[in-house]
């Protein structure tokens, strides 16, 4: 989900680290397509199987508590390995690592498309989340260092935003497209088409890509990192699947933070740190990291609980579900455009994400009005083009700005942080807000005996409502910290 921006000419005495893009090269554009493929292969992933699952459920034959861990497999695997992939994309060279996990992710999406049992859908989906943790910075970081040219760049990154904002909605519509029409196995299937055009244009067009010299990897802080990764997103998992008070919740959850703050004290002190502060540090960098964090959790009530109310409630088919969301689709990927080409080279990210995030409040509150009979043009068309238009400005400027300003050796490792953020927030979205749906569905049942959908409602909406404050929130805090005005590069 991401990106845009303006940026200036690359520094004195500084070298684009593009491969064989220099400008005015025709394949710079055929080269953002082909990252443009790959970026979306990776984001319908991340919505894509969960219409899929009851389908899958019932051919395998596993448990309705066993499901959760087709999603969580990929998560955990994903969100723990991402600072270590970007830094090693940094470090081998970033082709070698982009067409890497563009034939490992293709080839356990085949798997996945194949497995005869939940433990080989379940493997499947870990190594798909391997790859694409190898994947998603690798692409970024090639976008980042393919185009200097600031109008060209702008555009580059608008289009990538476009694809980003807008993969998850595409994911529910072509899973249920899919699911309905073929088998929940193309879900997985789907992926070796864009795998394959991704690979072919990658050997063609994208040049060797140069290693940082004499660069080591930091074993210590890749530990601490993906340990601690793993266990806020594995603790997060336990907390909405059973509760906080768990052992398995609330203890990961401590490691987690306490192997993140080792994980932080060890960089400030590495000769060779794997997330180096001079990154982080950066308030406009910091910014967009905190932006993705906040709107990565309450973006998660959109894409789940809003298909929740349309089949559970309305009766929608999954490919019904799936149209419904083209609107909200349509409008980020128009937002990301205009946002990222007309809008950051005068006004600069600041701006953008507080609109958009104020827009998103708007939307969230304005779906706490649904009912149980509620009509799609009056109750969900307006919400669903307004939320998309906020998601569009907000993740238009993520990617560019998180990666504005980094030095070509540190382009992986910075695209892996704007990836990290998504994962995290995603994580922490699905425990909060499932956490609050669960508490409102049980008090509103204590109150109303038997009133099981008008609960189901109502806890829908108290997940609404709790997403317009996240949004609200991440409008004050991240608007406060970006700074005014156009991005520039520091003299």
């Not at 970026?39 to 508590?65: C, E, H, K, Y």
């Not at 070796?192 to 244009?201: E, S, T």
């Not at 406060?480 to 991005?487: I, Q, S, T, V, Y």
Request: glycine residues 12%.
């Amino acid at each position: 989900m991401i990106v845009a921006a303006h940026t200036a000419a690359p520094a004195a005495g500084t070298r684009p680290d593009a491969a064989g893009t220099a400008a005015g090269d025709p394949r710079r554009w055929l080269i953002l397509a082909v990252i443009a493929a790959a970026q979306l292969m990776i984001v319908l992933d991340l919505t894509v199987m969960n219409l899929a699952l009851p389908s899958a459920q019932r051919a395998l034959g596993f448990t309705a508590t066993d499901r959760q861990w087709v999603v969580t497999a990929y998560a955990l695997s994903f969100g723990s390995l991402l600072l270590f992939c970007g830094r090693l994309a940094d470090l081998i060279g970033r082709k070698a690592t982009f067409l890497a996990g563009l034939v490992g992710f293709a080839a356990a999406s085949a798997v996945g498309g194949a497995s005869d049992s939940f433990a080989m859908l379940v493997t499947a989906r870990a190594c798909q989340g391997v790859f694409g943790a190898l994947l998603a910075p690798s692409a970024l970081s090639l976008l980042a260092t393919t185009f200097s040219d600031a109008k060209e760049r702008a555009k580059a990154f608008g289009v990538y935003g476009a694809v980003s904002a807008t993969g998850g909605g595409m994911g529910l519509l072509l899973g249920g497209a899919l699911t309905t029409y073929l088998s929940w196995r193309w879900c997985m299937y789907i992926n070796l088409v864009f795998a394959a055009v991704a690979i072919i244009g990658g050997v063609l067009l994208v040049g060797k890509q140069s290693r940082t010299p004499g660069g080591r990897l930091d074993v210590p802080g890749v530990v601490a990192v993906s340990a601690g990764m793993f266990c806020l997103v594995y603790g997060f998992s336990n907390a909405a699947r059973h509760s906080w008070h768990t052992p398995s919740a609330w203890g990961f959850l401590a490691v987690g933070v306490g192997l993140l703050i080792a994980f932080a004290f060890w960089q400030s002190r590495a000769a060779q740190p794997l997330l180096p502060p001079r990154i982080v540090l950066d308030r406009n960098r910091a910014g967009a990291y905190l932006t993705i964090l906040i709107s990565g959790a309450a973006t998660f009530g959109v894409f789940l609980f809003l298909v929740y109310y349309m089949q559970v409630t309305l009766g929608y088919s999954a490919v019904t579900s799936g149209l419904a969301m083209l609107p909200m689709v349509v409008l980020s990927g128009a937002a990301a455009t205009v946002g990222n080409t007309k809008l950051m080279p005068r006004v600069g990210p600041k701006p953008m994400v507080i609109a958009g995030m104020l827009l998103n409040v708007a939307g969230m509150v304005w779906l706490t009005r649904i009912g149980a009979h509620s009509d799609y043009a009056s109750a969900l068309l307006g919400p669903l083009m307004v939320i998309g238009a906020g998601m569009g400005l907000v993740f238009g400027m993520v990617a560019a700005t998180g990666t504005f300003g980094v030095a070509p050796r540190d382009a992986g490792v910075a695209s892996a942080s704007i990836n990290t953020g998504q994962q995290l927030g995603g994580s922490i979205g699905t425990a909060l807000l499932s956490t609050i749906a669960a508490s409102a569905t049980t008090g509103y049942l204590a109150d109303h005996p038997g009133s099981v959908q008008l609960a189901a409602i109502h806890s829908y909406t108290a997940v609404f409502w709790s997403c317009a404050g996240l949004f609200a929130a991440g409008a004050v805090v991240c608007g406060a910290l970006l700074r005014r005005g156009p991005l520039t590069r520091p003299h």
